[in-house]
């Protein structure tokens, strides 16, 4: 019998009904009492927090990866209960912050509180749990009977059950009355210590163009940041006509900022070598995001900028394919 810790952490899964509105109350013993028993595990279980995921904070990422090593060597397996809105960002830090596991990390939450009649909370727990029984390593996210590798979930739906995604790689496996069905067979887990590496600079910030942005907004973040992601457009472009970014781009990486180029497209990603306004961009010292999306590249500069200040060193981590939060095609790049 496979032995497992239920870490809980809050979120709509263990909420109830307030005078405010729905806010987590329920611990994880709660959690359980809602579920049946299990022959194939034996489920032990501990609160780690009961906050709304709005108000997860990347300290609050380091506390959970250090509870999971804490108790590494004790346990086979690791349900997390997380909210939804921020269960992404999570589980793409925890993919950077715990490496070279051979045991499975499952996040999991529910769109419903588990204590309403029509729920998907306990399907939910139950599909982790029986997900963490594998033979697998690394950090995964299951929701709505799929399993979503840790840093390529996106949160795509605010109500219905299927509210995640797996951007730009396949589905992991997919769960369906208790059984595993894998999307393709997983090599065996080679044999290696965990590694914990909680290092962390929350320094980061998020940028979406438009139309009409003002080069000026660039000076408010320069020397309050340590890094920027800017979602650009299409393949990656800059704006360098009217009101022209470039300049200011130079001034942030002069000023020692990481600056990391995406697109506001969620598939497929970017490719700043395929038009003069991506090119432009290119000729500076850029972080290519390549496909990874943004909830990962969040977490993995902030955990990068817990290492290192030295943009070319920033760069080679951040386009080095981690938890295989890049594609096939840029592993082989990097390789």
């Known amino acids: 019998?496979?032995?497992?810790?239920?870490?809980?952490?809050?979120?709509?899964?263990?909420?109830?009904?307030?005078?405010?509105?729905?806010?987590?109350?329920?611990?994880?013993?709660?959690?359980?009492?809602?579920?049946?028993?299990?022959?194939?595990?034996?489920?032990?279980?501990?609160?780690?927090?009961?906050?709304?995921?709005?108000?997860?904070?990347?300290?609050?990422?380091?506390?959970?990866?250090?509870?999971?090593?804490?108790?590494?060597?004790?346990?086979d397996g690791f349900v997390i209960t997380h909210g939804t809105d921020t269960m992404a960002y999570t589980s793409a830090a925890l993919s950077y912050m715990l490496q070279n596991g051979t045991k499975p990390i499952v996040i999991t939450g529910s769109q419903v509180p588990i204590h309403y009649d029509k729920t998907d909370a306990k399907k939910n727990i139950l599909d982790a749990a029986r997900f963490a029984c594998e033979d697998i390593g690394g950090v995964y996210m299951v929701f709505d009977g799929r399993v979503i590798q840790g840093t390529r979930a996106v949160k795509m739906r605010t109500k219905s059950y299927d509210a995640f995604e797996s951007i730009n790689h396949p589905y992991v496996a997919f769960i369906h009355q208790s059984?595993?069905?894998?999307?393709?067979?997983?090599?065996?887990?080679?044999?290696?210590?965990?590694?914990?590496?909680?290092?962390?600079?929350?320094?980061?910030?998020?940028?979406?163009?438009?139309?009409?942005?003002?080069?000026?907004?660039f000076d408010c973040i320069k020397g309050l940041y340590k890094g920027v992601i800017i979602e650009s457009y299409g393949?990656?472009?800059?704006?360098?006509?009217?009101?022209?970014?470039?300049?200011?781009?130079?001034?942030?990486?002069?000023?020692?900022?990481a600056v990391v180029i995406t697109t506001q497209c969620l598939e497929e990603g970017e490719d700043l070598f395929l038009?003069?306004?991506?090119?432009?961009?290119?000729?500076?010292?850029?972080?290519?995001?390549?496909?990874?999306?943004?909830?990962?590249?969040?977490?993995?500069?902030?955990?990068?900028?817990?290492?290192t200040n030295d943009l070319q060193e920033v760069k080679r981590i951040m386009e080095t394919p981690i938890a295989h939060d890049l594609s096939l095609e840029y592993q082989k790049e990097s390789g």
């Open 275 to 307: 038009y003069e306004v991506g090119r432009k961009v290119a000729q500076n010292l850029i972080i290519l995001s390549r496909d990874m999306n943004t909830e990962a590249m969040v977490a993995k500069l902030m955990w990068t900028l817990g290492k």
């Open 179 to 217: 059984e595993v069905h894998y999307h393709k067979r997983i090599p065996s887990t080679e044999k290696k210590e965990l590694k914990l590496d909680t290092s962390l600079c929350p320094d980061v910030f998020v940028m979406k163009l438009y139309p009409g942005t003002k080069p000026e907004l």
């Open 1 to 75: 019998m496979k032995k497992l810790l239920l870490l809980t952490t809050g979120g709509t899964i263990a909420s109830v009904d307030g005078k405010d509105g729905l806010a987590p109350g329920m611990t994880a013993a709660d959690l359980l009492g809602y579920l049946p028993q299990s022959r194939d595990y034996d489920m032990e279980h501990q609160t780690l927090m009961n906050i709304d995921s709005t108000n997860m904070q990347p300290e609050l990422w380091a506390q959970i990866a250090e509870t999971i090593a804490e108790s590494y060597h004790r346990y």
């Open 235 to 257: 393949n990656g472009g800059i704006p360098f006509e009217k009101r022209d970014l470039l300049p200011k781009l130079k001034e942030m990486i002069a000023s020692e900022m």
